[in-house]
């Protein structure tokens, strides 16, 4: 059984910083591309980031390139994601997923495990 359990979420003002970190277990982790998505009140799961296992690259969507930057620590199993400079627009439930199948990552259906989800608020 996979678990995926993301912790560091909160409350920040805007321009602040958050890490978030996502610890799993279950299944051999290093073998996993590890993504990251958002989901705000009214709107659907979107893409911030994944890290792949096969080469390290980190991939971002272009809302939050230059201000997050996605990372794993294969010993620990864990992978964080850490947030700078954040705006308002950044509040949302931050999910933690993990795909064990090679082919596309970008999108939630690529996806076969998901962390609960941890607030992100950001003010104003």
């Known amino acids: 059984q996979v678990q995926l359990v993301e912790s560091g979420g909160g409350l920040v003002q805007a321009g602040g910083s958050l890490r978030l970190s996502c610890a799993a277990s279950g299944r051999t982790f290093s073998r996993w591309t590890m993504g990251w998505f958002r989901q705000a009140p009214g709107k659907e799961r979107e893409f911030v980031a994944a890290?792949?296992?096969?080469?390290?690259?980190?991939y971002y969507a272009d809302s939050v390139k230059g201000r997050f930057t996605i990372s794993r620590d294969n010993f620990k199993n864990t992978v964080y994601l850490q947030m700078n400079s954040l705006k308002v627009e950044d509040t949302a439930v931050y999910y933690c997923?993990?795909?064990?199948?090679?082919?596309?990552?970008?999108?939630?259906?690529?996806?076969?495990?998901w962390g609960q989800g941890t607030q992100v608020t950001v003010s104003s």
């Open positions: 997923a993990a795909d064990y199948t090679p082919g596309t990552f970008l999108a939630v259906a690529d996806y076969d495990y």
């Open positions: 890290i792949r296992w096969s080469d390290g690259d980190p």
